[in-house]
């Protein structure tokens, strides 16, 4: 992947922040649309429960609509922003693919799905940051993204992600083959490292 030479990986508060954010605005997403059902209800004489008697909460794993709202949210925004949620490009990061050139919806989904299982065990997916070599979490390698600077900055949060050696001649022979460097490699600090996790 060409197109990752030089880019830099983005530091955990930019992450957190942007994930941060990016709750936020989900969350009030849900309460307009929650009003919204409720306004158009009313209009076309739907019955509508009054809110005492089952309140609705937005949480993550406490019910159905919760879960479809967040993995909707995350999956389609970081799709149609071609990797940038609207927390990222706040923050001005954003995901990329390892193995295409572009996120797919499924791969977006997917990394959606991800948050999940990064969130297990007292978030020790999100922890793992800082003790992977290209500091990624349960979610990037279940859907084999990593996240980067949109803008290269002169910075000291961020670790340089380049291709070299036997990275440089995969990536240059990826268009022969119609992918990236393949689902088992990912790109950092000047070399390529083997991801021992998901062989």
């Known amino acids: 992947m060409r197109e990752l030479d030089g880019a830099q990986l983005a530091s955990f508060s930019r992450r957190a922040v942007a994930f941060a954010l990016d709750l936020v605005i989900g969350w009030l997403l849900f309460i307009v649309v929650f009003v919204m059902i409720i306004l ?4 076309i004489g739907a019955p509508v429960r009054p809110p005492g008697d089952d309140p609705v909460h937005l949480n993550f794993f406490e019910n159905w609509y919760s879960i479809l709202w967040w993995v909707l949210y995350f ?5 149609f922003g071609n990797g940038r949620t609207p927390g990222k490009r706040l923050l001005g990061i954003r995901v990329v693919s390892l193995v295409h050139g572009r996120l797919g919806l499924w791969h977006s989904i997917e990394r959606a799905l991800g948050y999940g299982a990064s969130g297990l065990e007292l978030g020790f997916g999100f922890i793992q940051y800082f003790v992977h070599p ?31 050696g036997a990275a440089a001649a995969t990536a240059a022979r990826a268009p022969e083959r119609g992918g990236g460097v393949g689902p088992d490699a990912y790109l950092g600090s000047g070399r390529l490292w083997e991801d021992d996790a998901t062989h």
């Open 40 to 43: 158009i209800g009313r209009m």
């Open 134 to 164: 290209n500091r990624r979490t349960v979610h990037d390698r279940i859907a084999e993204t990593i996240v980067v600077l949109d803008k290269p900055l002169a910075s000291t949060d961020a670790r340089p992600v380049h291709t070299s």
């Open 75 to 79: 999956g389609l925004a970081t799709y």
